[in-house]
């Protein structure tokens, strides 16, 4: 089955959140187990973020990620986004 092709501005969000995220990790001296350990978010799902795999984690998963580096998510993210069309998409 064929990958569908992802959003350039949802790509382009999950990357700065990847490479903030790895960012604030690494000013804190935390290594990915910590981090994984802390936020009690899968070490695997942790490195498919930082990698890029996993460009929109889920609201939770985000919010637990950054509130372990003892932050809050709404200076994280983008929020001012194009609002639904209310159309469906077909798969």
């Known amino acids: 089955m064929a990958r569908s092709k992802i959003d350039p501005k949802i790509r382009e969000r999950g990357l700065s959140f990847a490479k903030k995220l790895k960012q604030e990790r690494e000013d804190r001296d935390m290594t990915q187990s910590e981090l994984s350990a802390r936020s009690n978010v899968p070490l695997d799902t942790l490195r498919s973020i ?3 795999r996993i460009l929109s984690p889920g609201v939770f998963i985000a919010a637990d990620l950054v509130h372990a580096l003892d932050s809050k998510l709404d200076g994280w993210v983008d929020l001012d986004t194009p609002k639904a ?5 077909r798969r």
């Not at 069309?85 to 998409?89: F, P």
């Open 50 to 52: 930082e990698n890029g």
């Open 85 to 89: 069309t209310g159309k469906r998409v």
